[in-house]
């Protein structure tokens, strides 16, 4: 039995991913520019610095990096206060809780959106911890951000088990050793074969956890 629950929080707790399509959509349009797969590709499940990087040359724009990323947030303000939980997930959480076992957040959002959205759905209590990848300057995809948070935790990273929408965070957790629920979102359907390849075990809806 896992000893961790690391858990991810946009597009696996929250139905928060069409905000940042929308985001992005908007930004391009600002400039003339449409909306792509290699533009999504670039900026999807990454780092907000890293995102700002990929889109300044990727659209060889002349803001810096920082304004970029202040215009993004200009565009997102508010929709956090707004955004859903997903089917079955505060039932499991206050399952996992009922049951004693420990949970942290991990999660690649903005530290400002998450509480936000943390707050607006009265989440925050269920974790005894919220890490940023953007603080650690490391993407999910990165072994090293799991090793991290099992460290910090005392928990031996084959201990630990990982719900998280993004293949490429899958593949980072998995690398480090720990046990993957890959969790299905719209957003990214066309990965949902390669993530039931990938992880220990797959779930489109939190539901499919509860008493189980």
Known sequence: MSKLLLLDMDGTLIDSNGIWKDVDVRFLERRGIEYSKAYYEGVAHTIFPLAAKFTKEFC????SCEEIMQEWMELAKGLYSTVSIKAG????LQQCR???????LVT????????????HLALTDYFESITFAQELGLEKKDP??????AEQHSVAPEDCT?????LSACKGAKNAGMRIIGVYDSFFAADEEAMRS???????????????
């Open 162 to 166: 990982v719900f998280d929408d993004s």
């Open 98 to 104: 009922t049951e004693g076992k420990r949970m942290a």
């Open 144 to 149: 090293a951000i799991w090793l991290a948070v």
């Open 198 to 212: 990938l992880c220990d075990e797959y779930i489109r809806s939190f539901e499919e956890l509860l008493n189980a």
């Open 60 to 63: 060889s724009l002349e803001e």
């Open 89 to 92: 997930v505060r039932e499991y």
């Open 108 to 119: 690649s959002s903005v530290p400002e959106h998450c509480y936000t959205a943390m707050q």
